[in-house]
């Protein structure tokens, strides 16, 4: 099933817990966030939750950007 009314934003795979506890204080300078998803109303919404916790945001833009989100997941994963 699905969940109605739901808005999918990727965010946050580019990055891992020990970072997401304090982005500046763990990596002594900022830390970006690339997000992506259809909604702009909850791609907004993820930014300001992303910036309100130390972030800077990258909006990388609706589904298109989606499995370029992705990647960077997989290169912070392979690099970090």
Known sequence: DTAKGAAVVKAF???NSR??????QVTGGPVTVPIA??????RAKVA???TAIGFDVL????????????????IYVAYA
Not at 19 to 24: E, N, Y
Not at 37 to 42: F, L
Not at 59 to 72: F, S, T
Request: hydrophobic fraction near 40%; avoid cysteine.
């Open 13 to 15: 795979n580019a990055t």
């Open 19 to 24: 970072v997401m506890s304090g982005p500046i």
């Open 37 to 42: 998803g259809a909604d702009d109303k909850a």
């Open 48 to 50: 300001r939750l992303a």
């Open 59 to 74: 909006d990388m833009g609706g589904p298109e950007a989606l499995k370029l989100v992705e990647h960077l997941g997989r």
